[in-house]
């Protein structure tokens, strides 16, 4: 079972191997980094579920790592849990204004350091504006967003990202094992945005193995590229050697026969709103439908886009 992941973010190498020990006697995977700056690019990289984050580092704060975080739309929902060596309300009011979930004072009890991360995973994943694996906005926030670009009238391109093969992977393999690819694929859609797109573009996880990215026109191809040279490097190494080798698993369809099913890809639909007049979501959402079955018929990863009208 993979574990969750924590970044812890702190300056001093000894807070950051005291908690290291600590979380990961608890079962969390740890990764650290010295400061602001490394922070924000390990969370880029790694995506981990909740951070760490001290007040006092070189480079750039504890705080100013919030206020990026909490103005990234990519990032907002992150939780972050403020470490601080001050017992004073000034830091703790002033981490409260960045939007801090929780906050520790240094020496801190280990049961309740590991107390207070499990609450507020746990309390992210019943967050009703969140995906409970991705913590992704979920359906609700998807329409807003999507409505809200629509209503201002300025062209955007909306992404949606379907996996196939996906069902007879989770047959054969689990759902544990289907989670993981899940949670992969959030990571990769985080950073091909991250490294190809804008501050302001938006993701959402409808559910299952679907996604959303909402763009400009001038940055969805560079996205869709990134997303799939990267999901098509990393899937194999969730199936096991013998299947990587013949390239295909043994599972049953929809009907119950067994069949070969190719090693999992990734279908990307493309709607740009400079190409086709769209007045409403539920006209987005029924173009991403059709494209995606275009998209799937490549029988590899590819994405489709609409064409002018």
Not at 168 to 177: A, C, I, L, V
Request: aromatic content about 8%.
């Amino acid at each position: 079972m993979e574990k969750t992941k924590i970044l812890v973010i702190d300056d001093s190498e000894l807070f950051q191997e005291t908690i290291k020990a600590v979380l990961t006697l608890a079962n969390f995977e740890v990764i650290t980094a010295s400061n602001g700056k490394k922070g924000l690019e390990s969370i880029a990289k790694d995506a981990p579920s909740l951070v760490l984050l001290d007040c006092v580092m070189p480079e750039m704060d504890g705080y100013g790592v919030l206020k990026t975080l909490r103005e990234d739309p990519l990032l907002f929902n992150m939780p972050v849990i403020m470490l601080t060596g001050n017992d004073t309300e000034y830091d703790e009011i002033r981490g409260l204004q960045f939007g801090i979930d929780d906050y520790i004072v240094k020496p801190f009890n280990p049961s309740v350091l590991i107390a207070r991360v499990n609450a507020i995973l746990q309390r992210k994943a019943s967050s009703i504006s969140a995906n409970p694996l991705t913590f992704l906005s979920g359906n609700t926030v998807i329409k807003q967003e999507a409505e809200r670009r629509l209503s201002d009238k300025t062209p955007f391109a909306m992404i949606y990202v379907d996996l196939n093969n996906f069902k007879s992977f989770n047959d054969k393999y689990g759902f544990q094992r289907g989670d993981e690819i899940i949670k992969n694929t959030a990571a990769i859609l985080i950073r091909a945005v991250k490294e190809n797109g804008l501050k302001g573009d938006f993701i959402g996880h409808i559910g299952g193995d679907d996604f959303i990215v909402l763009t400009t026109p001038e940055h969805y191809e560079k996205i869709s590229q990134a997303v799939i040279e990267l999901f098509d490097m990393s899937i194999r190494n969730y199936y096991e050697p013998e299947d990587q080798k013949q390239g295909y698993i043994v599972s049953y369809d929809r009907n119950n026969n067994i069949q070969k099913f190719p090693i999992m890809s990734i279908s990307l639909a493309v709607i740009s709103t400079g190409l086709t007049e769209i007045n409403h979501y539920g006209q987005l959402s029924q173009i991403a439908a059709e494209l995606k079955k275009v998209a799937k018929q490549a029988n590899k990863s590819t994405y489709v886009v609409n064409r002018r009208k």
